[in-house]
């Protein structure tokens, strides 16, 4: 359990200091030896109780903010680098955390090497930063002490975190590129329609211009937009508020909506390419790391998000406990493809099997590349012919009358 001490010290220089730091230990007198470790003295020191331990909680859960992937990929690196010349792991700890701009995350490897410092494990240390630490890379950590190859389960984090980067960025991008831009247009028609249109249909009105009925249509369409406005505005906000509080706190939910996406064509192409290669990379690094295939893919189902590939990863765990081969119980999750499961089958026939999941990853993350530059290429026209059509119908709806009003001008 990690404490809260206040102190005053003398540094080796000669020159006083004081703060706080956040240490595993419950008494003073070992927080003092840990503080007089590279010759300071210690003056004082006192644990603080429950209530004043509470403000310095508030201020570290305010700077909280989770690192990004590619942050992760580069302290992972270097800290395989470091370790990996020699250097011991609490100066390695310490010099990657200089490299930290923000306050929050280096305080958090601070505290980290203040843990293992005191005794802890470096595993269950870095256990109790989510933020920094994935359950996987923790995992590698934990393998990496008990085998002695700290550095190269450090190395092999950095590169599978990377991977990941690349495989959820290229995801998010394909889904929301479509969605950013549909909303750019659904906004630019809303302005049309709610400040522009209105002006111009009531010059229409002031002359006395029969209107055609797409001009009446569009007009019954300005006027819903004009009375309702806040509450479409409300609704706008709210729906998406709604439907992501929903997916966090219901499974059923999450469920619904996960069987409703990889039903439609184009978001089931992309989910069902992520989901593979993400499952084939975290599956073929956990084998490689020494990990038994049962607690493989059982640390699979948690590290997914979709819940029909997680229910399907769980059926996959009980068909090997019950004596099944990878292969049959990928086969009977029938939600793999044929390929994936002749590649697993090629890979327990040959001892290969870290090298094929490797494969297919690699694959499937090729797909996906793939799908996110066709979406690209494929939705401009779409969308330059779904928003010109929309406005082509409006400007003939305030044309119209513009015609009928000239052709009664030049009859008189």
């Not at 293992?116 to 995992?139: N, Q, Y």
């Not at 950590?141 to 690349?166: C, F, N, P, Q, Y």
């Not at 073929?284 to 229910?311: F, M, T």
């Not at 292969?327 to 793999?336: D, K, M, R, V």
Request: with cysteine; hydrophobic share 45%.
């Amino acid at each position: 359990m990690m404490n809260y001490f206040r102190y005053k010290l003398i540094n080796p220089n000669g020159k006083p200091s004081s703060g706080l730091i956040k240490l595993p230990y419950q008494d003073e007198i070992s927080t003092a030896a840990y503080l007089e470790r590279n010759g300071s003295m210690a003056i004082y020191v006192s644990k603080l109780g429950k209530f004043e331990s509470l403000f310095p909680k508030l201020n570290s859960f305010r700077l909280s903010k989770r690192m990004k992937r590619t942050d992760q990929a580069n302290l992972l690196n270097n800290l395989s680098l470091l370790l990996r010349s020699g250097m011991p792991l609490n100066t390695a700890l310490e010099e990657v955390a200089q490299t930290i701009s923000h306050p929050g995350l280096a305080g958090n490897i601070q505290d980290i090497v203040g843990a293992v410092r005191g005794g802890m494990s470096f595993s269950e240390a870095a256990g109790k930063f989510s933020d920094i630490f994935t359950e996987t890379v923790i995992c590698l950590i934990r393998i990496g002490e008990e085998t002695g190859r700290l550095d190269e389960m450090l190395k092999d984090a950095s590169e599978h975190v990377s991977r990941m980067h690349t495989i959820i960025s290229d995801t998010q991008r394909a889904l929301l590129y479509p969605i950013f831009v549909l909303f750019s247009i659904g906004i630019g028609l809303v302005f049309w329609l709610y400040y522009v249109v209105p002006k111009i249909l009531e010059l229409f009105k002031e002359m006395n211009v029969a209107l055609p009925t797409i001009t009446v249509y569009l007009l019954k369409i300005s006027d819903f937009i004009q009375t309702h406005f806040v509450y479409l505005i409300v609704g706008i906000v709210s729906i998406p508020i709604f439907l992501m509080t929903a997916r966090k706190g219901s499974r059923k939910f999450r469920k619904v909506i996960d069987r409703v996406m990889l039903k439609l064509p184009v978001s089931k192409a992309i989910i069902s390419a992520s989901n593979l290669a993400h499952i084939t990379e975290y599956f073929s690094l956990l084998i490689r790391s020494g990990i038994n295939i049962l607690q493989a893919v059982k640390i699979l189902k948690d590290s997914i998000r979709n819940e029909i590939y997680r229910d399907k990863l769980e059926v996959v765990g009980k068909e090997i406990k019950q004596g099944s081969s990878i292969s049959e119980a990928f086969a009977g999750a029938t939600i793999f493809p044929a390929f994936i499961t002749r590649m697993i089958g090629i890979g327990e026939v040959s001892g290969t099997l870290e090298e094929q999941l490797g494969n297919i990853a690699r694959e499937y993350t090729k797909r996906l590349s793939n799908l996110v530059e066709m979406i690209g290429k494929m939705i401009e026209p779409i969308i330059l012919v779904v928003a010109g059509a929309i406005f082509a119908v409006i400007f003939l709806a305030l044309l119209l009358p513009v015609y009928d009003m000239v052709g009664h001008v030049g009859g008189m």
